[in-house]
């Protein structure tokens, strides 16, 4: 009790400000990172981020931190 269901089983959560800031903890790091597209590597998959202007303010060995304007968000398996 008392510990979050994705610290336990490693799942990747997403924290997003408006569309404007993304806080992504448990990643398994970097696939693409362009201006206008990131893919992060999770246990379970891939996920796709579309949008303009994209930068990684911050990345540790299991979170991150993106700033841009996000369009899209999708999962890939």
């Keep these: 009790y008392g510990v ?3 610290t336990v ?3 990747a959560k997403l ?3 408006e569309n404007k800031e993304l806080y992504v903890e448990n990643h398994q790091g970097l696939m693409e990172y362009t201006d206008d597209v990131i ?3 999770t246990k379970f998959g891939i996920i796709k981020l579309k ?3 994209f930068r990684i303010s911050y990345i540790g060995k299991y979170d991150l931190l993106i700033e841009g304007v996000f369009s899209d968000v999708s999962f890939e398996h």
């Design 4 to 6: 979050p269901k994705e």
């Design 39 to 41: 893919k992060i590597k």
């Design 15 to 17: 924290s997003f400000a």
């Design 9 to 11: 089983m490693n799942l």
């Design 51 to 53: 949008g303009a202007d």
